[in-house]
């Protein structure tokens, strides 16, 4: 129970970070990301945590622009869980990201032949994130367009996602983020 608090605390964290940074706060989401790191090492968490936390790790490294760390990182997400196809799809991201282009692709190609049920849009969702990485704004678009068709409805993330900073300026991509109702 004395957990859960804590647990909050990371969460607000690992989201302030990004939040702060996509609305030109830079030095709090650096400051944010480097609290959140710090916590993660100082913190005893249940075993069922760990792959939550490596997730929330590798977004705070990307937030510190330490990207080779975070794909290092996401390897040894996959390494714990080969079989999860959201941590592949983490390493599909962090490839593109930093250069490695052809197992961006590799991944985005195995996240196409993705067809498990409630997955609301998500395959597609990674997929744009790796095409807008590797500079395909068009393809990007396509896929978040397709996401939002196949359920997706994590707006928060796409609002916020690094991933997507070469195509925040799109119009169609600013309709897709854009309230509605």
Request: aromatic share 8%; charged share 25%.
């Amino acid at each position: 129970v004395a957990l859960r608090p804590a647990l909050l605390g990371w969460a607000v964290l690992v989201g302030a970070a990004p939040a702060l940074r996509v609305h030109g706060r830079g030095d709090a989401s650096r400051a944010m990301a480097e609290r959140a790191l710090e916590w993660f090492e100082q913190t005893e968490l249940p075993p069922q945590t760990e792959m939550t936390v490596l997730e929330s790790s590798i977004e705070a490294l990307d937030c510190l622009g330490r990207h080779r760390e975070a794909y290092k990182l996401a390897r040894v997400l996959v390494a714990a869980k080969p079989e999860r196809w959201q941590s592949q799809a983490m390493v599909g991201v962090a490839a593109a990201r930093t250069g490695d282009d052809a197992i961006a692709r590799e991944i985005s190609d195995r996240l196409a032949a993705l067809d498990e049920p409630f997955t609301f849009g998500m395959p597609r969702y990674y997929r744009a994130a790796i095409a807008a990485q590797l500079g395909d704004r068009a393809e990007a678009i396509r896929l978040l367009q397709q996401a939002v068709s196949n359920g997706f409805r994590q707006w928060v993330s796409l609002h916020v996602d690094m991933a997507f900073d070469s195509i925040r300026d799109d119009g169609v991509f600013q309709e897709i983020v854009r309230p509605k109702g």
